[in-house]
């Protein structure tokens, strides 16, 4: 058994007087999907937040590929390996869809302090930008405007650039966000397919997604993680039905 | 793309040429400086245009470059192998330092703080009382260069400043398309996508802020040398302020759109102000119409009438 990719020692933040994040101690082992579910203001987000480093916490640790990364910032995670989509799209929207792909590359190879040569016409760059957008199945559209792009398409975009960037661990903040039904089947087909090569941490509302795709699932509720198991083991934990997935699954 | 801004400098080229019936030093006195503002111009386009990074201080950058100039003419120092890089150091360490505060704000806290940069450039200008304070500073002699004089010689001059503008130009051309650019300009869409993509924005922004400011500087050598005179006038607000209005004038992020708005801005100040005194009166609201009506300035302008007249004169759909 490897290091776990991911640990999350004590970590706890408030909002005011509002605990968000409470005593939350929690793994992402090497390899595995791991799906984190709650309800709304459960403090997902912000719990992403805090791995990835926009957020502060108050106390505890989050220790990457068993380093301590608390005190680092975002782009220095991210220079580690730590790559995450947002709930709410995050892209360029000025950007042709492949631009948006070249720049995660461009983040992992070589030097961006580089003033002469017309970066669009790198091939370095582009060869794997087209290669993670073939990924996710926009091949089609590598030069359309990321800003003009459908909702669908801008969240298989934000996982093309998030796999450009080879990450060491891919943190997912409900990519199936106000996808369509089609669109949400085909991001399945995309994650499953991405399952195995990278550790991922998946933050998602879509049940029907997290039950097919996880390999453990931990609950949080108010702050706090309710349980941690196998999909199975989650579905019959009468506390998870409960407090949570009683209203959604029959 | 690359056929409007040849036309503009081959347009600067051939003035002098044209200037030779007419009354050639007001002319060539008129465009040289107009290519000297574009250049700082260029630098704030750099800026605004493609960081959203509104800098209100940008006079310093000239103020710092001219300055330099004169107070080593003033000790016997004239020769533009040491003035110039001095004046291009002066002004990127001043662009460099500030940046390293100002670019910890943003949006209006930005502007604010570029201006009261500005504004303590312009007061320590004011008080050098052994290079003139209030009253600025003439240079009894203007630059050399290997010992010999080519600013000197107007026409000679004036082509030293249109290579320098061609220069910067491409300079900024290849900055914006280059790796670096890219992140740039990622920046402004996006600054928080870019923190996650691995991207320590502050630093490219810091550099784009001290390549800026080195435009200006090298803007500042060339107006001393062009004036014979260096005052705090260089680096009041409203020079920086004018600044901002040649380049959202001309239309922004566009890099030539920097040089027409200085080109339009100057030479409709110069034909109002021959009208009437208050030709502000005129120029202001005339301003007010370009930014209201057309969005992207000049350029913009420009492209939507030419899309009207291709709609016009488009084949009937049969």
Aim: with cysteine; hydrophobic share 50%; charged share 15%.
């Amino acid at each position: 058994m490897t290091a776990p990719v991911l640990q999350l020692e004590g970590l706890n933040k408030n909002f005011g007087g509002l605990a968000v994040t409470r005593n939350v101690n929690f793994e992402v082992a090497a390899g595995e999907l791991h799906a984190v579910i709650g309800p709304n203001g459960a403090g997902k987000t912000t719990l992403i937040n805090q791995i990835s480093g926009l957020v502060a916490p108050d106390s505890g640790r989050v220790l990457f590929a068993s380093r301590d990364v608390t005190a680092l910032s975002v782009p220095e995670r991210a220079a580690l390996g730590l790559a995450r989509s947002f709930q709410i799209t995050s892209i360029l929207p000025g950007f042709s869809a492949i631009e948006n792909v070249a720049l995660a590359v461009q983040a992992r190879i070589g030097t961006s302090f580089r003033f002469f040569g017309c970066a669009a016409a790198e091939s370095a760059l582009n060869a794997p930008a087209l290669a993670a957008l073939d990924e996710v199945g926009l091949t089609k559209r590598a030069d359309a405007l990321a800003g003009h792009l459908s909702h669908g398409e801008k969240r298989a975009l934000e996982l093309a650039i998030a796999l450009a960037m080879q990450p060491k661990l891919l943190l997912l903040d409900e990519p199936m966000a106000g996808a369509g039904r089609d669109e949400s089947r085909r991001l399945i087909a995309v994650l499953s397919r991405l399952k195995g090569r990278f550790p991922i941490l998946l933050v998602e509302h879509d049940m029907t997604a997290v039950f097919a795709l996880a390999d453990r699932i931990s609950v949080l509720l108010y702050g706090q993680i309710l349980t941690s198991g196998t999909p199975d083991a989650v579905r019959a934990d009468p506390q998870v039905v409960a407090a949570y997935l009683g209203e959604e699954m029959e | 793309m690359t056929r409007l801004p040849t036309a503009i400098f081959l347009g600067f080229a051939l003035l002098p040429a044209a200037a030779a019936f007419g009354t050639e030093t007001y002319l060539l006195d008129l465009f040289m400086r107009v290519m000297i503002f574009s250049i700082a111009a260029l630098g704030l386009d750099l800026l605004v245009g493609y960081g959203a990074l509104v800098s209100f201080g940008h006079a310093a950058f000239i103020g710092i470059g001219a300055y330099a100039v004169a107070i080593l003419a003033s000790h016997g120092i004239n020769e533009a192998l040491i003035s110039l890089p001095v004046a291009l150091i002066a002004a990127t360490a001043f662009a460099y330092l500030t940046g390293t505060i100002c670019l910890r704000t943003r949006g209006v806290y930005f502007i604010m703080i570029t201006l009261a940069f500005g504004q303590m450039a312009f007061f320590l200008a004011s008080s050098l009382a052994p290079y003139g304070g209030d009253d600025g500073l003439t240079m009894h002699a203007r630059s050399t260069l290997f010992g010999l004089s080519p600013f000197k010689n107007e026409r000679l001059f004036y082509y030293i400043v249109l290579a320098c503008l061609i220069g910067c130009y491409c300079l900024c051309r290849s900055l914006v398309v280059s790796r670096f650019g890219r992140v740039f300009r990622g920046a402004r869409e996006n600054a928080t996508r870019m923190a996650t993509l691995g991207f320590d924005i502050y630093r490219y922004q810091l550099a784009a802020y001290a390549i800026s400011g080195a435009l200006g500087g090298l803007a500042g050598f060339l107006l001393a040398n062009a004036t014979d005179f260096v005052s705090p006038a260089y680096m009041s607000w409203q020079r920086s302020g004018e600044l901002i209005i040649m380049i959202i004038l001309g239309g922004l992020g566009t890099l030539h759109g920097a040089i027409i708005g200085t080109l339009a801005y100057s030479l409709l100040g110069e034909y109002l102000s021959g009208l009437t005194e208050n030709w502000k009166m005129i120029f202001g609201p005339l301003l007010v119409l370009v930014v209201l009506l057309a969005r992207g300035g000049l350029l913009g302008l420009a492209g939507q009438v030419a899309a009207w007249w291709r709609k016009q004169h488009a084949e009937p759909q049969p």
